[in-house]
């Protein structure tokens, strides 16, 4: 058969082992209530035959129906108690707790019966019993069931604590109902009366009893997925499949050849040395057929494993030349966040061997880690320290990290949690990496260009100052801003005076630095909102948001008397120079930026022809001289 096909066949018929393992105990439980609820019921309607499975046999009595009802109410509950949560689980609790508590008492106050001749009066509290049978104590269940009630009902407490270190205790408890009841039914199957019975004048165990102890010492074995026989005996394994076939034959097998060589003795077909040879050759056959046919599956999955081992190894070493071939960096981490393992291009990238990378955290201090803006990267945001706590990948984080030696390597992580089967948390990672340092620096060294290009196409080389396409741009912003919030703009426009003469005596280079002295000016009485420009020539235009016209002539009287103020160092000459400045104001004076521009080139004009070294304001569309010398 394909291994495909065999591996398809397996998985069918671990689908009904899975099935039986989650319903066995639930199964048990409805068993022993449906047989505590017949034998009650036949007791309380008076029906014989509910009472007894064989005519002739020990009947169960009305307490030990009552009792495997409450037994199986706390092993249903119980077997369902670790899957419910809130109100529910408590009430399950309660309920499992109570039922079990009453098991308990009921055989302990029929043992203290037994044991100190004392009648508290329960055996025929439920219904009456005439019992005809030898020795049977009308009403009183048998000693041995009430030991088996105390046993199972210790168990069924321990069971609805749902505490994983009482598991060996309540295992122990439930081993002496499966012994007294299995030891019981080999006193039926073999008609040994001391075995169902402790002694002739106490009530005999019925065969029903047996059978409900039996079921409900299974169903609490099987209550919890991590106790021993379930997570055994229904496991997917082949041992598990060895142990389903071995258990019951070991068990059926003695119980039927016992059986029938005891027929035979009976029926005087033989000897008893014959029977006994019967018995011993019988049990070695089939018991060694068991083993042989046990074996032989156990060595074919010997040798599977090995070959799944083998193909295992081979693809881990693919693997393992794979990730040592790659050029980025492979580092592999535990749960704790330790480093595991790592490629030799993560130790090139970090610059650390193996020996100096193994046991280190993203906590590290040895890790000195930026952001790409220069702020501190803690461990905690790592990108593998984020996978361990979330479960999620990541992929593209830029980090910066020093090297020894001070040099700053960047790198692009990527980061991949590892998952063990059945489990909900990453048991490790791993994490890529890159080095980018050189697309870091090139993409760092683009920014700047790009910034120092756009500055040089908004700002004036010689001056400094925002040149006329910048102040196209943002004035009109300005004032449709100024129109939605409802806010004045002023516009200063001033203009150096005799600035061609200034030219003509001192020369070029003397008016380029009376213009550079003019933009240093202007930028140190800007605010951060104010847009100072040059405007073209010796022009030059400021925008002043927020600013009223008054407060706005008051900054163009301080301007234009420190630069009046100034002794300017022009080719190693002192020159000083006076500047004319027309005052204009949104929305009084122009509602659009030609509009304001224009009034304010008016308001310059007038200053100008009124003996310069001045500031005129418009007003109304018409310019006053405000302040000046002539």
């Known amino acids: 058969m394909p291994r495909r096909e065999q591996s398809r066949a397996r998985a069918c018929t671990r689908r009904p082992v899975k099935l039986v393992a989650e319903y066995l105990s639930r199964l048990c439980a409805a068993t022993v209530l449906v047989i505590g609820v017949l034998v009650l019921s036949g007791w309380l309607l008076d ?8 005519s002739g046999l020990a009947a169960m009595k009305a307490n030990t129906a009552a009792c495997f009802i409450l037994a199986g109410i706390a092993l249903w509950t119980g077997s369902i108690l ?33 044991l100190a001749g004392i009648d508290f009066g329960i055996d025929q509290l439920m219904a009456q019993d005439r019992t005809s049978l030898p020795g049977d104590i009308p009403g009183r269940m048998a000693a ?32 002496v109902p499966f012994l007294i009841a299995g030891t019981a039914l080999l006193g039926y199957i073999y008609n040994v009366e001391a075995f ?29 997925p991590h106790f021993p026989l379930r997570r055994t005996f229904w496991s997917d394994s082949d041992a598990g499949a060895a142990a389903r076939l071995l258990l019951p034959a070991t068990i059926g097998i003695p119980l039927l050849s016992g059986w029938l060589a005891l027929r035979g003795m009976e029926l005087d077909l033989y000897s008893a040395t014959v029977g006994m040879a019967f018995v011993t050759m019988a049990n070695i056959v089939a018991l060694t057929a068991l083993v042989q046919w046990s074996a032989m599956k ?69 890790w000195q880690a930026i952001h790409e803006d220069g702020s501190p990267f803690p461990g ?85 100052l925002f040149n006329r396409r910048y102040l196209e741009e943002t004035l009109s912003r300005e004032l449709s801003r100024a129109a939605r919030e409802g806010h004045p703009v002023s516009v200063l426009m001033m203009d150096i005076d ?14 380029d630095d009376v213009l550079r002295a003019i933009g240093t000016m202007l930028l140190q009485h800007a605010r951060r909102s104010d847009i100072p420009c040059r405007y073209g020539g010796e022009e030059f235009l400021v925008v002043l948001p927020h600013m009223t016209r008054d407060a706005a002539r008051e900054r163009a009287d301080h301007v234009r008397e420190d630069f009046a103020r100034q002794a300017i160092d022009a080719q190693g000459q002192q020159v000083r120079s006076t500047i004319c400045i027309g005052v204009a104001a949104y929305p009084a004076d122009g509602e659009t930026a030609e509009q ?30 405000a302040s000046g010398t002539a």
């Open 144 to 175: 041995n069931t009430a030991v088996n009630f105390i046993a199972s009902g210790a168990a069924l407490l321990l069971l609805a604590q749902a505490r994983r270190d009482f598991t060996w205790l309540l295992h122990g408890f439930v081993l």
């Open 298 to 366: 156990l060595l074919r999955s010997e040798q599977r494993r090995r070959l799944a081992e083998s193909s295992l190894q081979a693809s881990e070493e693919r693997y393992r030349t794979v990730v040592a071939a790659l050029f980025d960096g492979v580092v592999l981490m535990n749960a704790d966040g330790t480093i595991k393992a790592s490629n030799s291009s993560a130790q090139r990238i970090l610059g650390l061997s193996m020996d100096e990378l193994a046991g280190k955290t993203s906590y590290d201090p040895h």
């Open 596 to 625: 304001l521009i224009a009034a304010a080139d008016r308001a310059l004009y007038c200053a100008k022809h009124t003996g310069r070294n001045r500031v005129c304001v418009a007003i109304d569309g018409a310019e006053k001289a």
């Open 82 to 114: 670790a899957a419910a949560h809130g109100r529910a689980r408590a009430f399950l609790r309660v309920l499992s707790l109570a039922c079990s508590t009453g098991v308990l008492m009921v055989g302990f106050l029929t043992s203290v019966e037994y």
């Open 47 to 54: 029906v014989p035959r509910p009472q007894h499975v064989f």
């Open 498 to 511: 005799h600035f061609k003469k200034l030219n003509d005596t001192y020369g070029h280079q003397a008016g």
């Open 380 to 464: 905690e945001q790592h990108p593998a320290t984020m996978t361990l706590k979330t479960g999620e990948s990541l992929s593209g984080v830029i980090m910066g990290l020093q090297k020894p030696g001070g040099v700053i390597c960047w790198i692009s992580i990527n980061s991949q949690p590892l998952y063990k089967p059945g489990q909900s948390r990453p048991h490790a990672v791993v994490t890529s990496f890159a080095d980018i340092t050189d697309r870091k620096r090139a993409e760092d060294a683009l920014k700047e260009l790009q910034a120092r290009l756009r500055e040089e196409a908004i700002r004036d080389p010689l001056t400094g």
């Open 196 to 224: 169902y019975r402790l002694r002739l004048d106490f009530t005999p165990i019925s065969v029903d009893a047996v059978v409900a102890f039996l079921l409900l010492g299974l169903g609490i074995m099987n209550a919890r």
